[in-house]
């Protein structure tokens, strides 16, 4: 039997509170301000989004709108929606409600199904669900039953369940409910658990007949511990704790002999039991804000960890044990206190992510050359008054942050980096730039804002690939003419400089979207600036421009246009407000 399915829009806000949409299955409505519209909705785009309605549920799809499509205040792309969802196009919010109905009343016997209705029995029935969505399930008793699919139920209340059998997943999400139904600690087949946001200051003792949960969520709630009975749950491999206010662990957790995903972020956690050196099998540690001066040392045993995150601690110093953690791939050391690192982070060569942002170190090790495997490498918001020349050893690294150091010059070594993508270098204290940076080929995103550089060496414009270039504040006089050859970038800031003028090439920026003058000395614009079809955004603001050329009327696609403290006459301000409608003027 194939329960009669359909769902209901209802608008929460605006002049047409209340007003109800009903979606059947197997149509498509689509969502925006035109009167052609299946659902027309205010201050949206002509054709802002569409919901797909399929057998057994809906799908709601951005169709490329400009301010997006949000549910339950998450932006989305694409998402299967469920009951108690709040969609909001533009400024109109609205609750989407599935119905159900049944033709056999309120028993259902022996039935192939594809949907669960509230208040029925249901005996030795087959369930085939939707697997993307979670099901509401309340005053439900099921019995003898087995569930074909992966079951994610969002709610139990009133629920029974006697003798069935789950061939796949069977997920359980209590997360901001007021009360968790009892049932739940029943419900042996469990493998994944989330009771997120739920003010939990305990846990009860029967967590522990939950044998076969796998996945285990008690972030962001209340705990200060947790139940010895945790170390019952053989079967689990990830585990998250973070958001709580727990100050130790049971020494029982080293009982999670198949635990590989450990989060313990943002708690009160000084110290760890020493049983939580037997989890061989943790991969992934996750100890965030939890502020030791110092590193518990049981972390030093996990000897199979590819991932580790210590970032916001208070960590002042960081054991030559680190260089035992042989299989790191990705180590997060941001946000502590650190002045140096031990010579043995060179021993780390697995090691693809480095993240040391925000401490104060004030030099790196020259072992730093042996991580020959990294690919990102984050050492901005440092005291870095230079680079060890062996970081030209790391040929694989395409990520490269030094901004906000003390950088006076760049090691030559840097450019032997030919595989850089991105490099951050704003906030140092830059005088020049070597000729020697058009070898790095790769350069997508150079940040060089904030600097002292009163001239770019021409190789520069040999960065064909460049798409993101951040020259602000500094100290520029002129744009050369060859700028034109950075045929790929879409973003150039140059604003705080001393721009006199624009060279007559900067039309040929094309792929130009956002252009950034704003704080120089310009008092008129080439008339080539009209050919930037593609520009959304252009700041103009802070220079001694008297008139705009006829051009920038071309640039239909604008959305803000900066002309704030400059001269130009009220009559020109007007003029641009009627020959670009759709722009933003400031």
């Known amino acids: 039997m194939l329960q009669k399915y359909q769902a209901v829009l209802i608008e929460q806000?605006?002049?047409?509170?209340?007003?109800?949409?009903?979606?059947?299955?197997?149509?498509?409505?689509?969502?925006?301000?035109?009167?052609?519209?299946?659902?027309?909705v205010k201050h949206t785009d002509r054709r802002h989004c569409i919901i797909r309605g399929k057998q057994t549920y809906f799908l709601v799809e951005d169709a490329e709108s400009t301010c997006g499509v949000y549910v339950n205040n998450r932006t989305v792309i694409s998402k299967v929606l469920e009951s108690g969802d709040i969609v909001k196009?533009?400024?109109?919010?609205?609750?989407?409600?599935?119905?159900?109905?049944?033709?056999?009343?309120?028993?259902?016997?022996?039935?192939?199904?594809?949907?669960?209705?509230?208040?029925?029995?249901?005996?030795?029935?087959?369930?085939?669900?939707?697997?993307?969505?979670?099901?509401?399930?309340?005053?439900?008793?099921?019995?003898?039953?087995?569930?074909?699919?992966?079951?994610?139920?969002?709610?139990?209340?009133?629920?029974?369940?006697?003798?069935?059998?789950?061939?796949?997943?069977?997920?359980?999400?209590?997360?901001?409910?007021?009360?968790?139904?009892?049932?739940?600690?029943?419900?042996?087949?469990?493998?994944?658990?989330?009771?997120?946001?739920?003010?939990?200051?305990?846990?009860?003792?029967?967590?522990?007949?939950?044998?076969?949960?796998?996945?285990?969520?008690?972030?962001?709630?209340?705990?200060?511990?947790?139940?010895?009975?945790?170390?019952?749950?053989?079967?689990?491999?990830?585990?998250?704790?973070?958001?709580?206010?727990?100050?130790?662990?049971?020494?029982?957790?080293?009982?999670?002999?198949?635990?590989?995903?450990?989060?313990?972020?943002?708690?009160?956690?000084t110290e760890l039991p020493k049983e939580t050196g037997q989890l061989q099998k943790l991969t992934k540690l996750s100890f965030v804000g939890n502020f030791p001066a110092e590193l518990p040392k049981e972390i030093y045993q996990l000897k199979y960890l590819t991932h580790l995150d210590l970032s916001m601690n208070q960590l002042q110093e960081l054991s030559k044990e680190i260089g035992q953690l042989k299989h790191l791939t990705h180590l997060d050391l941001s946000e502590n206190q650190l002045?140096?690192?031990?010579?043995?982070?060179?021993?780390?060569?697995?090691?693809?992510?480095?993240?040391?942002?925000?401490?104060?170190?004030?030099?790196?090790?020259?072992?730093?050359?042996?991580?020959?495997?990294?690919?990102?490498?984050?050492?901005?918001?440092?005291?870095?008054t230079e680079l060890p020349t062996e970081i030209g050893q790391l040929e694989n690294l395409t990520h490269l942050y030094l901004s906000e150091n003390q950088l006076r010059e760049l090691p030559e070594q840097i450019y032997q980096l030919k595989n850089l993508t991105h490099l951050g270098l704003y906030k140092n204290q830059l005088q020049e730039l070597s000729k020697e940076i058009g070898q790095l080929k790769h350069l997508t995103d150079l940040y060089l804002s904030t600097n002292q550089l009163t001239e770019l060496p021409e190789q520069i414009y040999q960065l064909k690939n460049l798409t993101h270039l951040n020259l602000s504040t500094n100290q520029l006089t002129e744009l050369p003419e060859q700028i034109y050859q950075l045929k790929n970038l879409t973003h150039l800031n140059l604003s705080t400089n001393q721009l006199t003028e624009l060279p007559t090439e900067i039309g040929q920026l094309e792929n130009l979207?956002?252009?950034?003058?704003?704080?120089?000395?310009?008092?008129?614009?080439?008339?080539?600036?009209?050919?930037?079809?593609?520009?959304?955004?252009?700041?103009?603001?802070?220079?001694?421009?008297?008139?705009?050329?006829?051009?920038?009327?071309?640039?239909?696609?604008?959305?803000?246009?900066?002309?704030?403290?400059?001269?130009?006459?009220?009559?020109?301000?007007?003029?641009?407000?009627?020959?670009?409608?759709?722009?933003?003027?400031?």
Request: aromatic share 6%; proline share 3%.
């Open 13 to 40: 806000n605006g002049p047409n509170k209340g007003k109800k949409y009903t979606l059947s299955p197997n149509q498509d409505y689509v969502v925006g301000r035109k009167d052609s519209c299946d659902i027309q």
């Open 89 to 269: 196009f533009a400024q109109t919010k609205m609750l989407f409600e599935e119905q159900y109905s049944s033709d056999e009343g309120k028993k259902v016997k022996g039935k192939t199904l594809e949907a669960i209705v509230n208040g029925t029995e249901y005996d030795g029935c087959a369930f085939y669900l939707e697997e993307k969505k979670g099901y509401t399930a309340v005053e439900c008793h099921f019995t003898n039953c087995s569930f074909r699919s992966s079951l994610t139920l969002n709610e139990i209340k009133g629920c029974k369940f006697s003798n069935c059998g789950f061939s796949k997943e069977f997920r359980l999400r209590l997360s901001n409910k007021e009360k968790i139904s009892g049932e739940a600690w029943k419900l042996i087949n469990l493998t994944h658990l989330e009771l997120c946001y739920l003010q939990l200051t305990a846990l009860p003792n029967e967590i522990g007949q939950l044998k076969n949960l796998t996945h285990l969520d008690l972030s962001e709630n209340k705990l200060t511990e947790l139940p010895t009975e945790i170390g019952q749950l053989k079967n689990l491999t990830t585990l998250h704790l973070n958001t709580n206010q727990l100050t130790e662990l049971p020494t029982e957790i080293g009982q999670l002999k198949n635990l590989t995903t450990l989060y313990l972020d943002i708690n009160q956690l």
């Open 339 to 384: 002045t140096e690192l031990p010579t043995e982070i060179g021993q780390l060569e697995n090691l693809t992510h480095l993240y040391l942002s925000e401490n104060q170190l004030t030099e790196l090790p020259t072992e730093i050359g042996q991580l020959e495997n990294l690919i990102h490498l984050d050492l901005s918001e440092n005291q870095l």
């Open 513 to 586: 979207t956002l252009l950034y003058l704003s704080t120089n000395q310009l008092t008129e614009l080439p008339t080539e600036i009209g050919q930037l079809e593609n520009l959304i955004v252009l700041n103009l603001s802070k220079n001694q421009l008297r008139e705009l050329p006829e051009q920038i009327y071309q640039l239909k696609n604008l959305t803000y246009l900066g002309l704030y403290k400059n001269e130009l006459t009220n009559f020109q301000k007007e003029q641009v407000n009627e020959l670009l409608p759709n722009c933003k003027i400031n």
